[in-house]
């Protein structure tokens, strides 16, 4: 089982809808839990980071932890077509046998049809 | 802006040549992650290097890669006698902290190195 795991999509909604995007992770003693966005050829850069049960919001993106499933969600309401990316979900373990503090999931791809 | 560097952004090599990609960490960094991202797959863990140490290669390949990260200067990241499968984004990311207390610290990536062996 891979630690982290996303539905790769790609993930199609119309302009102005909610995407909903999701991640779950195989490490219970998870402790911090991150979103990034990714443009094509581009670098990956932080959009959310949340470390406590439920709902954490930054304007129009809310993330969503669940501990006890080992879930986090990342929702983005009123999409735009320049949230159109691929969306990685990034786990920091409490420990990591590897010494490699972080587990990223392989993205969804999200396109937001004007 | 103080943030990850990478150099070069586009590397152009022929089968058998040597890769060198330089990263610089943000500044008071001391923990870098080199990753590899193959077109349309998701981000590969190499190696995580502190000063001076590979504390994690668990994601290098065995044969023609290597990492350094020196007292003074960037971390390097070195492919010899490349191939084409080595063609790819290369992503360096650094952090404050490493492991254990205060793993709230997120990593910071750098614009990658885009590999391409002919």
């Known amino acids: 089982q891979k630690e982290v795991e996303q539905n790769s999509g790609p993930l199609s909604v119309p302009e102005g809808a909610i995407a909903s995007l999701n991640c779950t992770y195989s490490?219970?003693?998870?402790?911090?839990f991150f979103w990034y966005r990714q443009y094509s050829g581009k670098s990956p850069e932080l959009i959310m980071s949340?470390?406590?049960?439920g709902d954490k919001e930054d304007g129009r993106f809310t993330a969503q932890l669940n501990k006890a499933s080992q879930y986090v969600s990342l929702l983005i309401r009123d999409s735009q077509p320049s949230d159109s990316a691929t969306y990685l979900c990034a786990v920091n373990p409490l420990y990591s046998n590897t010494g490699n503090q972080f587990y990223f999931g392989t993205g969804t791809s999200l396109t937001v049809i004007p | 802006n103080a943030g990850v560097m990478q150099n070069p952004r586009h590397l152009v090599r022929r089968r058998g040549q040597e890769a060198r990609l330089r990263c610089s960490p943000v500044?008071?960094?001391?923990?870098v992650y080199w990753y590899r991202q193959l077109p349309e797959e998701g981000l590969k863990f190499m190696v995580y290097?502190?000063?001076?140490?590979?504390?994690?290669e668990s994601g290098m390949p065995k044969e023609r890669f290597s990492a350094e990260f020196p007292k003074e200067g960037p971390s390097i990241l070195r492919i010899q006698q490349v191939v084409r499968g080595d063609s790819a984004a290369y992503f360096c990311?650094?952090?404050?902290?490493?492991?254990?207390?205060?793993?709230?610290?997120?990593?910071?990536f750098g614009p990658g190195t885009r590999l391409l062996v002919l």
């Open positions: 949340i470390y406590s049960n």
């Open positions: 490490d219970r003693v998870s402790q911090s």
């Open positions: 500044k008071g960094h001391s923990h």
């Open positions: 290097l502190q000063k001076e140490n590979i504390i994690d």
């Open positions: 990311a650094s952090s404050p902290v490493g492991p254990g207390l205060a793993n709230r610290e997120t990593q910071y």
